[in-house]
T-cell receptor, first 117, second 114 residues
Framework: AQTVTQSQPEMSVQEAETVTLSCTYD???????LFWYKQPPSRQMILVIR??????QNATENRFSVNFQKAAKSFSLKISDSQLGDAAMYFC??????????????FGAGTILRVKS | DADVTQTPRNRITKTGKRIMLECSQT?????MYWYRQDPGLGLRLIYY???????NKGEISDGYSVSRQAQAKFSLSLESAIPNQTALYFC?????????????FGPGTRLTVL
């Protein structure tokens, strides 16, 4: 079974600076997808960014980018120019690629990000 | 209006009570999921349904049951609630046929079992 590990329970960053959240995963599959979800205090789960394993290019979404290292099974999230609204719990998630496995997500334990003004 | 709604948003109940959490969606998605979130454990899959006639157990289905009343409705039941079922519960939806499709989450239900 696949597992996702987020080794940083909490992180802090100064407003306008850059922070990187770590995520590693364990799988024997070659076809899969990785996601970062944000959960603000409102509890809503918001998709931040996704990465297809077959793509070598790292995904980016405005101030959010990933460092995807397939061989190392690492998928870190970099937030640039941090803003107060970035404060939230961040979850890394894995999904098997083949459609017969459906769309089931396996989540990490989460990292709380605090942004200091 | 929210695309995925959950009722109730918060619920306090007692050990041994039966409780139902409801999820409705207007996205027209065929796939629906129930997750629970616990501190330090992230979200874990309880049950999932790929269409009205297809329901499957997830990672932690013991103590739970589900009903897919229609494509838009997916309910989670705790037949006899126990304190370790205290958690935040999320419903999610997705659509089949897309390789890297997104799951859309409801706002969550905070359940406390005393």
């Amino acid at each position: 079974a696949q597992t996702v590990t987020q080794s940083q329970p909490e992180m802090s960053v100064q407003e306008a600076e850059t922070v990187t959240l770590s995520c590693t995963y364990d799988t024997s599959e070659s076809d899969y997808y990785l996601f970062w979800y944000k959960q603000p205090p409102s509890r809503q789960m918001i998709l931040v960014i996704r990465q297809e394993a077959y793509k070598q290019q790292n995904a980016t979404e405005n101030r959010f980018s990933v460092n995807f290292q397939k061989a190392a099974k690492s998928f870190s999230l970099k937030i640039s120019d941090s803003q107060l609204g970035d404060a939230a719990m961040y979850f890394c998630a894995y999904r098997s690629g083949p459609m017969e496995y459906g769309n089931k997500l396996v989540f990490g334990a989460g990292t709380i990000l605090r942004v200091k003004s | 209006d929210a695309d995925v709604t959950q009722t109730p948003r918060n619920r306090i109940t007692k050990t041994g009570k039966r409780i139902m959490l409801e999820c409705s969606q207007t996205k027209g998605h065929d796939r629906m999921y129930w997750y629970r979130q616990d501190p330090g454990l992230g979200l874990r899959l309880i049950y999932y349904s790929f269409d009205v006639k297809d329901i499957n157990k997830g990672e932690i289905s013991d103590g739970y049951s589900v009903s897919r009343q229609a494509q838009a409705k997916f309910s989670l039941s705790l037949e006899s609630a126990i304190p370790n079922q205290t958690a935040l519960y999320f419903c999610a939806t997705s659509v089949s046929g897309r390789i890297s499709d997104e799951q859309f989450f409801g706002p969550g239900t905070r359940l406390t079992v005393l």
